[in-house]
């Protein structure tokens, strides 16, 4: 099919899936369909909209019940979130720690405020997320394993932590990643940001690891204007990200101590009031966006120049983006240029880590896939219409 015909077509299809037959279409916007409006105001009317508050310890419990997490402690942001994940997990400055460079730039910054070194290892196309077979091979040919612990053969250093994210919601091959950092005392932090509502199996992505994170900001399937959480099973990190999350300040009715260099992160109550409201409506959501993912599915089945991604076998994906392949990236450029000129927000994925200037020198392995990646893929309006 001639390619300006095909994108006019796609064009047509994206707005009458979003039924919007004019006016622009958004990559993703927050719905408000449930009890929002009252749960903030109920916050303003007890005056509690700041770090203490109901919301906060309620929107805490209503992300264990839903992920099954045994603990959730609830941040500014996502980003801090993976800062103190990472921090409490045990990692030190210098340490090396290996992750993708196809990931928001959260991902490299939260690893960097802890004074580590990003190691950028390939990615999955079928997955779009970190490749345990990439992660093997470089550990293979660059680390050496003493006494329990990995180091990078080049620069000598401690390779403590990976940090694979679920690009756009879809997992990546999580097991398979613990088990190659397990057998090399590597701790796994799970950047889970995008993937709240998706799972391996039935276990909630952001599980698999030491420590998962989410995230809240206003274009995530699930918003608190701006927010994150931690989400663990050990008792005792959580406590320990509770108490550096809330200043390190020590229990007391009118004491001010501190035992330690805490962080101002706590998620405010009228954040949280926010995010109770929206986990009431997660299961519509995620109905809504199954529904908007399979109508994608069925429209680009019949088209060969263009590949819709699924959500990986043995997998439950939350579709939080709807992700597209185009043949090259001359394609995929025209495909941004004309949708977005028509008013419907299309997006290409994030410039890869290693190709930033704060990041250039790090080191990678064989990022073929990414590259290739990068330079094809494109998100779609994917909010649901409620
Ligand atoms: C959104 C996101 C984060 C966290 O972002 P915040 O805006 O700080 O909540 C982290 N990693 C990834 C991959 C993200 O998409």
Known sequence: MNNKKLIFKTIDFIRELHKK???????????????????????????????????????????????????????????????????????????????????????????????????????DCDTL??????????????????????FNLKTGNHISTCVPMHTFGFPCRIEEIVSVCSERGINVIEDAAES????????????????????FNGNKIVTTGGGGMIITDDNELADLAKHITTTAKVPHLWEYRHDMIGYNYRMPNINAALGCAQMESMCEFLKAKRLIAERYFE???????????????????????????????????????????NKVNTRPIWTLMNQLEMYKNNQCGELTNSNWLEKRILNLPSGVNL
């Open 299 to 341: 429209y680009f089945k019949h088209i060969n120049e263009i590949r819709f991604i699924k959500e990986p076998s043995g997998t439950r994906a939350n579709y939080w983006l709807n992700t597209i392949i185009l043949e090259d990236k001359n394609e995929r450029d025209v495909f941004l240029k004309m949708t977005n000129e």
């Open 129 to 150: 997320g970190l490749s345990p077979k990439s992660l093997e091979h470089w550990l293979n040919e660059n680390s050496v394993y003493k006494d329990g612990k990995s």
């Open 196 to 215: 709240l509502g998706s799972f391996v199996g039935r276990k909630h992505t952001g599980l698999f690891g030491k420590l998962g994170i989410l995230s």
């Open 21 to 123: 037959p004019s006016g622009s279409i958004p990559l993703h916007a927050p719905v408000f369909i449930g009890k929002e409006r009252e749960y903030l105001n109920e916050c303003i009317d007890s005056t509690f909209v700041s770090s203490v508050g109901k919301y906060v310890d309620k929107f805490e419990d209503m992300i264990c019940e839903f992920t099954g997490a045994k603990r959730a402690i609830a941040t500014v942001n996502g980003t801090s979130a993976l800062h103190i994940a990472l921090k409490i997990s045990g990692i030190k400055a210098n340490d090396e720690v290996l992750t993708q460079p196809l990931t928001f730039i959260a991902t490299a910054n939260a690893i960097s405020y802890t004074g580590a070194h990003p190691i950028f290892i390939d990615v």
